[in-house]
C-alpha cells in the first residue's frame, strides 16, 4: 500500500521552529520528487519545497532562508525544518510525491503530484 504519513505539526509563537516528517511506504522513495505544500483556509495549495531524488531543492520565495527540506531515502523519510516561523505560515502541510519526476520538481504545479500525506497543521500565534 503506497502511503505517506506527515508528522511534527502543531502550534508555536512567531520566531519558532518545528520539523515536520515525512515516512513514505509500499513504493521506492527515491525515485521520485518529493514535495512540501501547504493550504490555508480559503487560499490555494502552494509548494513550499521540493527536492529531487540526488537532493537538489526548490523554495517558495516566502520560506527562502527559513525553511529546509531534506531527505533521507534510507529511512524512506522526507523532512521540513521550519525556523523563523511567522503567523502568515499557519496552514495544513502536505507531502507529496511525483512519480512522474525524478531529477527535475515542479514546484508550482501541485496538480502532477499523485501521492499526498493527509496533512499536518502548523499554527504560527503572534
Known amino acids: 500500500q503506497v502511503q505517506l504519513v506527515e508528522s511534527g505539526g502543531g502550534s508555536v509563537q512567531a520566531g519558532g521552529s518545528l520539523r515536520l516528517s515525512c515516512a513514505a511506504s509500499?513504493?521506492?522513495?527515491?525515485?521520485?520528487?518529493m514535495g512540501w505544500f501547504r493550504q490555508a483556509p480559503g487560499k490555494e495549495r502552494e509548494g513550499v519545497a521540493s527536492i529531487t531524488s540526488d537532493g537538489r531543492t526548490n523554495y517558495a520565495d516566502s520560506v527562502k532562508g527559513r525553511f529546509t527540506i531534506s531527505r533521507d531515502n534510507a529511512k524512506s523519510t522526507l523532512y521540513l525544518q521550519m525556523n523563523s516561523l511567522k503567523p502568515e505560515d499557519t496552514a495544513m502541510y502536505y507531502c507529496?510525491?511525483?512519480?512522474?519526476?525524478?531529477?527535475?520538481?515542479?514546484?508550482?504545479?501541485?496538480?502532477?503530484?499523485?501521492?499526498w500525506g493527509q496533512g499536518t497543521q502548523v499554527t504560527v500565534s503572534s
Open positions: 507529496a510525491a511525483d512519480s512522474g519526476a525524478t531529477f527535475v520538481c515542479y514546484l508550482n504545479s501541485w496538480w502532477r503530484y499523485d501521492i
Open positions: 509500499g513504493y521506492t522513495f527515491s525515485n521520485y520528487c
